[in-house]
Protein backbone atom coordinates (compact mmCIF):
# COMPACT_ATOMS: atom_id res chain seq x y z
CA UNK A 1 0.00 0.00 0.00
CA UNK A 2 2.87 2.33 0.19
CA UNK A 3 3.32 2.60 -3.56
CA UNK A 4 -0.64 4.19 -3.36
CA UNK A 5 0.10 6.54 -1.32
CA UNK A 6 3.31 7.95 -2.38
CA UNK A 7 1.83 8.17 -5.74
CA UNK A 8 -1.62 9.60 -4.59
CA UNK A 9 0.05 11.83 -2.48
CA UNK A 10 2.36 13.21 -5.35
CA UNK A 11 -0.64 14.08 -7.38
CA UNK A 12 -2.29 15.75 -4.41
CA UNK A 13 0.62 17.91 -3.50
CA UNK A 14 1.20 19.06 -7.15
CA UNK A 15 -2.37 20.49 -7.14
CA UNK A 16 -2.33 21.57 -3.51
CA UNK A 17 -5.72 19.00 -2.73
CA UNK A 18 -5.85 17.12 0.26
CA UNK A 19 -7.32 13.38 0.44
CA UNK A 20 -11.53 13.30 1.63
CA UNK A 21 -13.52 10.24 1.69
CA UNK A 22 -14.20 7.60 -0.48
CA UNK A 23 -17.95 8.28 -2.63
CA UNK A 24 -18.14 5.58 -4.70
CA UNK A 25 -16.21 1.86 -5.10
CA UNK A 26 -16.81 -0.85 -6.96
CA UNK A 27 -15.41 -4.23 -5.30
CA UNK A 28 -15.48 -7.66 -7.46
CA UNK A 29 -14.11 -10.71 -5.84
CA UNK A 30 -13.52 -13.74 -7.69
CA UNK A 31 -12.56 -17.43 -6.44
CA UNK A 32 -9.43 -18.89 -7.71
CA UNK A 33 -7.72 -21.88 -8.71
CA UNK A 34 -6.23 -21.86 -4.99
CA UNK A 35 -9.30 -22.24 -2.40
CA UNK A 36 -6.43 -20.20 0.12
CA UNK A 37 -7.27 -17.18 -1.49
CA UNK A 38 -9.80 -14.52 -3.07
CA UNK A 39 -8.94 -12.64 -5.78
CA UNK A 40 -10.27 -8.63 -5.42
CA UNK A 41 -10.64 -5.81 -8.43
CA UNK A 42 -11.13 -2.48 -7.72
CA UNK A 43 -11.92 1.01 -8.58
CA UNK A 44 -12.21 3.93 -6.07
CA UNK A 45 -13.59 7.03 -6.22
CA UNK A 46 -12.28 9.66 -3.86
CA UNK A 47 -13.04 13.11 -3.08
CA UNK A 48 -10.53 15.42 -2.47
CA UNK A 49 -9.95 19.37 -1.19
CA UNK A 50 -8.24 22.02 -2.37
CA UNK A 51 -5.78 23.74 -0.02
CA UNK A 52 -6.42 27.29 -0.97
CA UNK A 53 -9.48 28.73 -1.75
CA UNK A 54 -9.40 30.54 -5.27
CA UNK A 55 -12.76 28.80 -6.91
CA UNK A 56 -11.41 25.31 -7.96
CA UNK A 57 -13.48 22.48 -7.85
CA UNK A 58 -14.08 19.59 -5.45
CA UNK A 59 -11.44 17.30 -6.88
CA UNK A 60 -11.76 13.64 -7.89
CA UNK A 61 -9.38 10.93 -7.47
CA UNK A 62 -10.16 7.67 -9.32
CA UNK A 63 -8.06 4.56 -7.94
CA UNK A 64 -7.86 1.37 -10.21
CA UNK A 65 -5.94 -2.04 -8.81
CA UNK A 66 -6.27 -5.90 -8.27
CA UNK A 67 -5.43 -7.87 -4.88
CA UNK A 68 -5.14 -11.33 -4.34
CA UNK A 69 -6.06 -11.83 -0.78
CA UNK A 70 -5.80 -14.34 1.97
CA UNK A 71 -8.81 -14.71 4.24
CA UNK A 72 -7.33 -17.21 6.38
CA UNK A 73 -4.77 -14.51 7.63
CA UNK A 74 -6.74 -11.72 6.74
CA UNK A 75 -4.04 -9.81 4.71
CA UNK A 76 -3.56 -9.24 1.43
CA UNK A 77 -0.54 -11.18 -0.85
CA UNK A 78 -0.23 -8.96 -3.38
CA UNK A 79 -1.67 -5.51 -4.16
CA UNK A 80 -0.99 -4.51 -7.85
CA UNK A 81 -1.68 -0.55 -8.59
CA UNK A 82 -2.96 -0.48 -12.60
CA UNK A 83 -3.43 3.48 -12.42
CA UNK A 84 -4.46 6.37 -11.21
CA UNK A 85 -6.20 9.65 -12.24
CA UNK A 86 -7.24 12.93 -11.06
CA UNK A 87 -9.86 15.43 -11.90
CA UNK A 88 -10.77 19.14 -11.45
CA UNK A 89 -12.35 22.55 -13.10
CA UNK A 90 -10.32 25.44 -12.52
CA UNK A 91 -12.51 28.70 -11.60
CA UNK A 92 -12.59 29.79 -15.24
CA UNK A 93 -14.20 26.47 -15.73
CA UNK A 94 -11.54 24.41 -17.13
CA UNK A 95 -11.29 20.73 -16.60
CA UNK A 96 -7.81 19.60 -15.38
CA UNK A 97 -6.88 16.16 -14.96
CA UNK A 98 -3.40 14.30 -14.20
CA UNK A 99 -3.01 10.17 -14.47
CA UNK A 100 -0.44 7.92 -13.48
CA UNK A 101 -0.58 5.10 -16.17
CA UNK A 102 0.90 1.56 -15.02
CA UNK A 103 2.10 -0.65 -17.67
CA UNK A 104 2.64 -4.23 -17.44
CA UNK A 105 4.55 -6.73 -19.26
CA UNK A 106 3.37 -9.89 -17.65
CA UNK A 107 3.49 -12.32 -20.80
CA UNK A 108 6.94 -11.11 -22.14
CA UNK A 109 9.53 -13.64 -20.92
CA UNK A 110 12.74 -13.94 -21.86
CA UNK A 111 14.02 -17.55 -21.75
CA UNK A 112 12.34 -20.57 -20.35
CA UNK A 113 9.33 -19.93 -18.74
CA UNK A 114 6.86 -22.09 -16.73
CA UNK A 115 3.23 -21.70 -17.90
CA UNK A 116 1.21 -21.02 -15.17
CA UNK A 117 -2.96 -20.94 -15.56
CA UNK A 118 -5.04 -18.76 -13.67
CA UNK A 119 -9.28 -19.05 -13.52
CA UNK A 120 -11.02 -17.04 -11.51
CA UNK A 121 -14.70 -17.15 -10.83
CA UNK A 122 -16.91 -13.96 -9.60
CA UNK A 123 -18.77 -14.81 -6.50
Given at each position: ????????????????????EIFSDKITAYATQSPSYVYIDFNLEVDCNPLEEDGRSQGTLLIKGDATFDPSNN???????????????????TEESA?????????????????????????
Open positions: MGDYRENVQKILDRFSYSLGQFVEIRRLGEEFKFTLADGKNVVLRADSIVLGHREVQHTIRYEL
